[in-house]
C-alpha cells in the first residue's frame, strides 16, 4: 500500500522569502513523498516586490494568498494569523515551514505551533542582539516555537543551543537564499541591466536602505542622504528604493535633493536577475540588508552593512562583509578605504548550492520518526 504524503505549508510573506522559498519548492516538488503547499500571506503585494520574483525564479503560483497587505506590526500579524488559522485548522497539514524573519514568518509559526503542528524553521538561530529590530522579535520567538530548526552558520547552532534549545532540533544545513543565487548566476549574466542604465562593470557601487531605523527618523535619512551625496561625487551609485524608504524620502522633504545628484542613480525595486547582475558587476555595496551581506560574500564583492550590528557574523569572519556602523564620517572613511583595495572572503559552509536537499532529507527522516 502507497504511503500517505507528507503535507508541508510553506509560508512566504515578503520579499527576502521569495528566494529562499524558490529551491525549497523545487526540492520538494522533485521527491514523491512530500506534497509542498505554497502560502503567500501577500504582506509583500507590489508586482516588482513579488510577482517579478514568482515568475523569474519559476515559483509556483500559490495554493492560497491570504491578501493581508500593510499594517502596523500588530495588524499586519494578526491579521495573517486569523486567516491563516483558518486555513490550517481545516487542512491540518502534516509541517508548517517558515523561512526568515518577517512578521508574516512570526504569525504562521505561532498559530501552528498552538494547534500543535510542527513547525519547520529555515534560516534560525541568526542574532543581531539587537531587539530594537522587528526582525529579531520575530527570531527569537520563531525559533522558541520550532520543532526543526536548520541553520545557515555555525553562529546560528552556538545560539540556540545558548538558549536552550533542544541540540537534535538544530541541523546545520546551509543557505536556501545561496542555492537561489547559484541557479540564477547564470541566467542574470543575460540582464541588460547594466546597459539600461549605462554603467560599466567595476565603476558603480549599489545601495540599499530600508531599516525603519535608517529611514524612519528624518534625522537619520537626512543624515544617509547627505552622505550618499558625498559619496556619489566618488563613485556612481545606484540606488533602487524600497517602498518604505520611498515614502519617507516624499514625505521628509528630501525628494529634490536626491534627485538632484548627478551621480545617484534612483530607480524602482528591482527583480531578481538585474538586481543579481548589478551586485555581481558592481564595485562595491552599501547596505542595511540582511541578505545582501550573504549574496555579495557569494559574489566576493566587498559589502559596507551600514548598521550597528549584524546577525550573520560568518560574512564578517569569512565573507566580504564590513561593518561600518551608522556614523557617517565612519562609514565614508570605510567607503574610500574600500575604493582602495577590497577585502578578499571565502565560501562558508556548505553554502553551495544543495542547502534545499539537505533540510529535505532532514525532514523525511523527522516525518519517519513521528509516523
Ligand atoms: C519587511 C520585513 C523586513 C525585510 C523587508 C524586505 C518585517 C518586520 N520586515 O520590511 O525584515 O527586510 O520586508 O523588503 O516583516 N509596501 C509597498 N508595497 C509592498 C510592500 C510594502 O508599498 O509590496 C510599503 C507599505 O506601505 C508598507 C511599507 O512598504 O507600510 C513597509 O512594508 P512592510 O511589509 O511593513 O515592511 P518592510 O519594511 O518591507
Not at 523545487?26 to 512530500?34: L, Q, S, V
Not at 508548517?96 to 529555515?122: E, Q
Not at 553551495?352 to 532532514?362: C, L, N, P, Q, Y
Request: proline share 5%; with cysteine; glycine share 6%.
Amino acid at each position: 500500500m502507497a504511503s500517505k504524503k507528507i503535507t508541508i505549508y510553506l509560508v512566504a510573506g515578503a520579499r527576502p522569502n521569495f528566494m529562499k522559498i524558490a529551491p525549497l519548492m523545487k526540492a520538494m516538488r522533485a521527491n514523491k513523498r512530500i506534497k509542498p503547499v505554497l502560502i503567500h500571506t501577500g504582506q509583500h503585494y507590489d508586482r516588482n516586490m513579488s510577482k517579478t520574483f514568482f515568475d523569474e525564479l519559476e515559483i509556483p503560483k500559490p495554493d492560497y494568498n491570504l491578501g493581508i497587505g500593510s499594517g502596523t506590526h500588530a495588524q499586519q500579524t494578526a491579521n495573517v494569523m486569523l486567516k491563516f488559522e483558518k486555513l490550517v485548522m481545516r487542512k491540518r497539514p502534516d509541517y508548517v515551514l517558515v523561512v526568515g524573519d518577517v512578521n508574516s514568518t512570526v504569525a504562521c509559526s505561532l498559530v501552528a505551533s498552538k494547534l500543535l503542528i510542527p513547525v519547520i524553521h529555515v534560516e534560525a538561530g541568526l542574532r543581531s542582539f539587537n531587539r530594537e529590530m522587528p526582525e529579531e522579535l520575530n527570531r527569537i520567538v520563531t525559533d522558541g516555537l520550532s520543532d526543526l530548526l536548520f541553520v545557515t552558520e555555525k553562529s546560528g547552532r552556538d545560539n540556540l543551543i545558548k538558549e536552550g534549545t533542544a541540540r537534535d532540533k538544530i541541523h546545520f544545513v546551509g543557505n536556501v537564499m545561496i542555492d537561489t543565487l547559484l541557479n540564477n548566476l547564470t541566467k542574470a549574466r543575460d540582464s541588460k541591466i547594466l546597459e539600461t542604465l549605462q554603467l560599466q562593470p567595476r565603476e558603480y557601487g549599489v545601495v540599499t536602505i530600508h531599516r525603519p531605523s535608517n529611514v524612519d527618523d528624518d534625522k537619520n535619512l537626512k543624515k544617509y542622504v547627505e552622505l550618499l551625496l558625498r559619496m556619489q561625487k566618488k563613485l556612481p551609485l545606484v540606488f533602487p528604493v524600497h517602498p518604505r524608504t520611498n515614502q519617507r524620502i516624499q514625505k521628509s522633504g528630501l525628494a529634490k535633493k536626491v534627485k538632484s545628484a548627478q551621480n545617484l542613480i534612483l530607480v524602482e525595486p528591482l527583480g531578481y536577475l538585474d538586481f543579481l547582475k548589478l551586485m555581481s558587476a558592481s564595485r562595491l555595496v552599501l547596505t542595511d540588508s540582511g541578505g545582501i551581506q550573504e549574496e555579495t560574500t557569494i559574489l566576493k564583492v566587498p559589502c559596507l552593512t551600514m548598521r550597528e550590528d549584524t546577525e550573520r557574523p560568518v560574512t564578517i569572519t569569512e565573507g566580504t562583509n564590513i561593518l561600518v556602523g551608522t556614523n557617517p564620517n565612519n562609514i565614508y572613511k570605510n567607503f574610500n578605504k574600500v575604493l582602495r583595495s577590497k577585502k578578499a572572503g571565502k565560501r562558508p559552509r556548505f553554502w553551495d548550492g544543495h542547502a534545499a536537499e539537505r533540510i529535505v532529507k532532514t525532514i523525511l527522516i523527522d516525518a519517519k520518526k513521528r509516523s
